[in-house]
């Protein structure tokens, strides 16, 4: 059986590694047979045995478990194509014999036709050299050519949403088509944009991204589409718009909603026209762009409210990507939450408790990936171990009847009750020294004051002790 690993993210990426032993140890200590230097993996993470033509993965007690395709295994067999995610590392298993090998669209060729095919003997040689398409060798080859898989650029996941998400991204990435990203606040349209920019034959052109919710509509219109010298008051200068700036690349407008009535139609001569004029100036100027755009309402209803155009709707909505709500990809939870420990630890090895996760996975997460980021970098910055445990995660994450199952739900309040009063009781005993509570409590004073933040107990103790 040949087998290969392929590792497309992580401290290894681009590396490609054979399983020709019965057994394979993967971990971050140097004495697996697979060592990555990967602070989210545990020492011996999971083995990779082959036997009777199967080659079956098994987790070894790892901290922050092993994943394939998205979901979380203890012992499962591979099949070809599957995407194995430890720590913040990604591995692709491969292997020959399988009925279709993974790959991006197939490029159409033309039917060779009836004239001799004159091949020099040193092309032949090259040719046969040439691994035989379909097999692990040539997968690898895409893959390592950046032709199989979007590359990192932030966006994490294997749920099936965010697969599809990522097909779209593939798909539309090479054309030139004008692309509408939908979804809520948080799910990450930006880093879409981003991932449609890096895999597309602009990438090595700018990325400009705008928010036009941000600015008014006079400073916005000045800052798509530039103004001249003495446009008006205060403009000492000339000053090239985003249009221009993005020339050969993309510009991203997110908020697009947001956009006034005269601002919309500015731009929809733009996209028919390929050109833009400055403020104040009399000239126009042709423009190579890439229009993508993001919002998170609904523009159709915009458009039947009268409140966005609708020839300017049909000319965004080109091609729609939606970036899934984090409540419909909870299987990514342990994976996202993983990689802002990794972001945040600052080269520490951070690990997550399994309660931690699982209050996690039931969040409904109404801020979505942001709102989980900030969860994590404030439980790494506040944490007083190694180790996120539930009691470091914000309160409205362990208070939420839908962030615990329901036959957990009474006892976790129940609890959350009896901290609260040891706390406040702790600091009312000491004159609200929380040196002398934390010394009550056999606790850190840091501990202490972490409990109290999430706890959301602060305004009390001040209170109790004004």
Not at 51 to 63: E, F, K, N, P
Not at 421 to 427: G, P, V
Request: glycine letters at 8%; a neutral charge; one cysteine or more.
């Amino acid at each position: 059986m040949s087998a290969k690993l392929v590792i497309l993210a992580g401290p290894r990426c681009g590396e490609t590694v054979s399983l020709d032993s019965a057994q394979m140890s993967i971990g971050r200590d140097a004495r697996n047979h697979l060592n990555i230097p990967d602070h989210l993996m545990s020492r011996r993470h999971c083995v990779v045995e082959l036997s009777g033509g199967l080659c079956t993965l098994r987790d070894i007690g790892s901290a922050n478990g092993t994943y394939v395709n998205g979901m979380p295994v203890r012992e499962r067999t591979l099949a070809h194509g599957d995407r194995i995610r430890v720590g913040d590392s990604v591995l692709l298993f491969l292997h020959a014999g399988a009925d279709a090998a993974p790959h991006a669209d197939a490029e159409e060729h033309p039917a060779i036709d009836d004239r001799t095919q004159r091949i020099t003997r040193s092309e032949a040689s090259r040719r046969a050299s040439e691994p035989a398409p379909g097999s692990p060798d040539a997968i690898v080859a895409e893959v390592l050519a950046g032709r199989m898989t979007l590359q990192a650029h932030d966006m994490v996941g294997d749920s099936a949403p965010m697969r599809a998400a990522y097909e779209c991204i593939r798909k539309v990435a090479p054309r030139d088509s004008t692309v509408l990203i939908t979804g809520e606040t948080g799910t990450g349209k930006e880093l879409a944009a981003r991932a449609v920019h890096q895999n597309s034959p602009r990438a090595s052109r700018p990325f400009v991204a705008v928010n036009c919710a941000a600015l008014t509509e006079s400073l916005l219109e000045s800052e798509l589409f530039g103004h001249e010298k003495g446009a008006f008051t205060g403009a000492f200068a000339l000053k090239k718009g985003k249009f221009e700036v993005a020339e050969g690349g993309t510009i991203f407008l997110d908020e697009i909603g947001e956009l006034a009535p005269a601002l919309q139609a500015k731009l929809l001569r733009a996209l028919q026209h390929h050109e833009v004029e400055r403020v104040g100036g009399t000239r126009t100027i042709k423009m190579n762009v890439r229009l993508i755009a993001a919002t998170n309402q609904d523009l159709q209803a915009a458009v039947s409210a009268g409140r966005f155009r609708q020839d300017l709707w049909y000319r965004l909505n080109v091609v729609g990507l939606t970036m899934p709500p984090l409540r419909e990809r909870r299987a990514d939870i342990p994976m996202l939450a993983a990689h802002f420990a990794a972001k945040y630890g600052r080269g520490r090895a951070v690990e997550i408790s399994a309660d931690a996760i699982d209050a996690l996975r039931a969040y409904d997460w109404p801020g979505n990936v942001r709102e989980l980021e900030n969860a994590i970098e404030r439980a790494v910055v506040l944490g007083c171990s190694d180790k996120i445990v539930a009691d470091d995660l914000p309160a409205v994450v362990l208070q939420s009847s839908t962030s615990l199952p329901r036959d957990g739900a009474a006892y976790h309040r129940a609890v959350l009750d009896v901290k609260r009063r040891l706390i406040l009781d702790a600091i009312d005993r000491s004159g609200g020294n929380y040196t002398a509570a934390a010394r009550l409590l056999g606790i850190n004073p840091t501990y202490l004051h972490r409990l109290v933040n999430n706890l959301q107990l602060r305004d009390i103790a001040t209170t109790g002790h004004g």
